[in-house]
């Protein structure tokens, strides 16, 4: 396992300062390994001194090694903390010329799992392992499972993992590979994840699942950061991003929140959610003007990470994407296919259709949405097409 060293410089402050429930308010600001809100069952965030933040400043950040930990201000430890990493993020950002428009793609597919899922997946087990818990359960549609197994292996955690019947087979070949205990459940991922429930109820074993840790959704916001930088910190102007259970989607507005507040960027992007036809509660919950999102029923769509149908922190994503005065658009499942086909030609890119998705929201977005063709966006190409060839 590679360990970083320490911080810059020992002068600069600690920034992060605990956990505050969404609901209920209350703040946790000691080193337990919490899940939930242990008054009100609510969703916890992790809270940073923003004042602390002000000392330091992108000039910072020049001799840090290029993974996403040298924004460790930005994550939720004491800045002497010992990640589990293996070299996720530090993602390349590069023109795409497949579309006419201004389009940025983030190769998330770069990281070591081949998917943006490492990011929450290194903070996470980071935080684990300093509180010395042994044992994870978690559901996933496939790509958490294989991250979690990865960084769990490395820092001696047991990880069990729960996927539903039909996720991609190398993910679970990968998953088994790594060690983790992997059982598949008839159903969606909300099945699989009342499955993880149960067991973490009766096991004691940490409930890694989607937003029941509070320790995934800063992991992914350092894309934000990862983006501003490498845009000079100019931000574009839409971010345009596959939601599934939305941790990316709130965690990249949350830091985009931070750094526009702290003077690192001038504006803040717009974000553009996308969601395959077949399973999009977000999107219609969002163009309706709902404050939470309706469970789906019957999800039906090739991209797995997508068929979420209902996530557990629709008021959040809701709430962010409001914020950020986003769009929230639907693809098919054909359109999905045939963008796969045209960035694998096009741009040698090859994509998972979770990730297609997003691309394939492109055209809608600048014919449809009066996007004018020179305003930027930047998609995150959130997984490889190495672990679901058979849908290719
Ligand atoms: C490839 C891919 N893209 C997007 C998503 C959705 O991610 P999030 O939960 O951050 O919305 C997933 C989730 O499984 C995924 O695997
Ligand atoms: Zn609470």
């Not at 002068?11 to 956990?19: A, F, Q």
């Not at 087979?169 to 099945?191: E, H, N, S, Y």
Request: net charge positive.
């Amino acid at each position: 396992m590679r360990r970083l060293g320490r911080a810059t410089s020992l002068k600069l402050p600690e920034t992060y300062k605990g956990l505050r429930c969404n609901d209920c308010r209350s703040i946790y600001e000691d080193d337990a390994p919490r899940g939930r809100c242990p008054k009100c069952s609510g969703l916890l965030d992790t809270v940073f001194d923003e004042d602390a933040l002000t000392e330091y400043s992108p000039k910072q950040l020049t001799d840090e090694a290029q993974t996403m930990w040298r924004f460790r201000m930005f994550l939720p430890f004491k800045r002497n903390v010992d990640p589990v990493t293996v070299g996720e993020g530090g993602t390349p950002l590069r023109r795409v010329k497949t579309f006419s428009a201004s389009v940025w793609v983030k190769d998330e597919t770069r990281n070591p799992t081949g998917t943006f899922k490492d990011r929450g997946a290194s903070v996470a087990i980071t935080r684990l392992s300093q509180s010395n818990v042994q044992k994870l359960v978690m559901a996933s549609e496939g790509n958490a499972g294989c991250s979690f197994a990865l960084y769990s292996k490395m820092a001696g955690i047991r990880c069990r993992v729960y996927l539903p019947k039909q996720a991609n087979p190398i993910k679970v070949q990968l998953t088994k590979k790594l060690g983790a205990r992997l059982t598949q459940v008839p159903g969606t991922i909300g099945d699989a994840g009342r499955h993880a429930s149960k067991t973490a109820a009766k096991t004691g074993e940490y409930n890694a699942s989607t937003f029941i840790t509070p320790f995934r959704h800063d992991g992914k916001g350092t894309m934000a950061l990862e983006v501003s930088e490498q845009l000079n910190w100019e931000t574009p102007d839409y971010i345009v991003y596959p939601v599934g259970g939305g941790v990316g989607l709130v965690g990249m507005w949350k830091m985009f929140s931070i750094i526009h507040r702290l003077g690192w960027i001038r504006r803040k992007p717009r974000i553009v959610a996308v969601q395959p036809s077949g399973c999009a509660p977000v999107v219609d919950a969002y163009n309706r003007g709902k404050q939470e999102v309706e469970e789906w029923k019957s999800p039906t769509t090739i991209a797995n990470g997508l068929k979420i149908p209902k996530p557990l922190a629709g008021k959040w994503i809701l709430k962010s994407l409001r914020e950020s005065k986003g769009l929230a658009l639907k693809v098919s499942d054909s359109e999905i296919r045939s963008t796969m086909r045209r960035l694998a030609g096009g741009e040698g890119m090859l994509l998972e259709p979770s990730s297609a998705a997003a691309f394939a929201a492109i055209p809608h977005l600048y014919a449809e949405d009066s996007v004018d063709e020179g305003e930027t966006s930047v998609v995150i190409a959130t997984g490889s097409g190495l672990k679901t060839l058979e849908q290719f």
